[in-house]
């Protein structure tokens, strides 16, 4: 096939066959999926057969050990990394918090740390939390009203003293994509590490790690149709090197050395229906005979094809309404699904609201974008409205939603 089966995908959703949900739109993916049916039945499968300590003799608690190491094994294939470079922690938030105490033992002062004002939260705040220990925190500044990080920026702030480069795959609000592996260069030629935060991308594709060019690569899988679990891709180069952060006397074990606070173990055996989903799209559109990277690929592209073909109608609507500021590039292909606005004269929360009691589901804030919000000149408390949608969205839903609008203007 060459075009994503749309009936197939939403029968994979139970969500889709719930009558609370019979006539919601939902389009706040950004903040949160739905759970694929696979995942459930594998969460629910560990609770009700395997839910003991894992990894001793025992059968049952065997078996969960195996569960949680294949979904780590199946992950990893599909992202191109090694298993052993793979971890599973509480969240995003969480693993660069974890990551970022071991850097305070590690980076010496005057040792500097490149950060951006378009990130989420999460990929700013625990490195900038990092100067209290002498380190430099360095700004790359978006430009202008465009939100847009020019690498040109980058290279002026880059020098002998450059440890990380942090930065975003694609922007929470902007939408942009950023050239991750151009940067990733950039950053190991002057001998940085590069940490990319890829939450608000992988919903749309799966990237391969292997070509990207990231030393650290971080999303979370409540929002690519899975639990509530961190991914966090670490180099072993880079795991070595860094300062064990577990008990002690897991030092020697790269799975144990930055994942503290071990995350539900019923959930990460449930990574194992994520990846069922994948490749049960793969196979019902022809290409489970591909090798896995290529299977990543094809999967990732009918993604993006049909959320592309969705997307435009959207951007010309909100584009040919004088009153409404849209943030971002008016071009579907050079986006992702994700569109913040501001409309002229109404509260961004009012008009969520609005859309709420019409069984429409947007968001409105700063998305933890804050820094960007200020950039934008938005007040970050007020907020924006953002409407945000994956693969499995109908062209439907989107003609609802802009209907909506069009009565609200």
């Known amino acids: 096939m060459t075009a994503l089966d749309l009936d197939f995908v939403r029968t994979q959703f139970p969500a889709f066959s719930e009558p609370p949900l019979e006539h919601f739109v939902h389009l706040e993916n950004a903040g949160g999926s739905y759970a694929c049916g696979q995942a459930i039945s594998w969460l629910e499968r560990y609770y009700r057969q395997t839910k003991v300590q894992p990894y001793y003799p025992a059968a049952p608690s065997k078996e969960a050990g195996e569960q949680m190491d294949s979904a780590k094994r199946r992950m990893a294939a599909w992202l191109n990394v090694g298993a052993d470079e793979l971890h599973f922690g509480p969240s995003t938030s969480q693993n660069t918090y974890v990551i970022a105490q071991a850097l305070r033992e590690y980076l010496r002062p005057g040792d500097e740390v490149i950060v951006t004002n378009q990130d989420h939260e999460a990929n700013v705040g625990a490195w900038r939390r990092l100067e209290s220990a002498g380190i430099v925190v360095r700004e790359w500044q978006v430009e202008g009203e465009s939100g847009e990080l020019r690498t040109a920026d980058l290279e002026a702030l880059l020098s002998a003293r450059t440890r990380i480069v942090a930065f975003t795959h694609c922007s929470n609000v902007i939408a942009s994509i950023n050239p991750v592996r151009e940067i990733c260069d950039l950053a190991h030629q002057t001998g940085a590490w590069a940490f990319v935060d890829g ?70 055996a449930s990574v194992n229906g994520v990846i069922d989903y994948l490749e049960a799209v793969a196979r019902h559109h022809g290409y489970d005979d591909e090798p896995m990277s290529a299977r990543a690929k094809a999967v990732g592209k009918l993604f993006r094809e049909h959320e592309t073909a969705l997307l435009q109608p959207l951007l010309d609507f909100l584009a040919a309404n004088s009153n409404i500021r849209v943030f971002g590039r008016h071009h579907a292909a050079e986006r992702a699904p994700t569109v913040a606005f501001l409309i002229e004269g109404r509260r961004s929360g009012d008009v969520a609201q609005q859309l709420a009691d019409a069984d429409i589901g947007l968001g409105a804030g700063n998305f933890y974008a804050y820094r960007l919000l200020q950039a934008l000149g938005i007040d970050p408390d007020e907020g924006a409205l953002r409407a945000s949608f994956v693969h499995y969205t109908t062209a439907d839903e989107i003609a609802r939603l802009i209907d909506a609008f069009d009565e609200l203007l």
């Open 199 to 268: 939450v608000s991308w992988c919903p749309h594709a799966l990237p391969d790690l292997g070509d990207l060019g990231a030393d650290m690569y971080l999303f979370s899988l409540y929002k690519v149709y899975g639990p509530h679990l961190g991914v966090m891709f670490m180099r072993r180069e880079l795991n070595a090197e860094l300062p064990n952060q577990g008990h002690f006397f897991k030092a020697g074990e790269p799975a144990y050395r930055f994942t503290p606070a071990g995350p539900d173990h019923a959930q990460i």
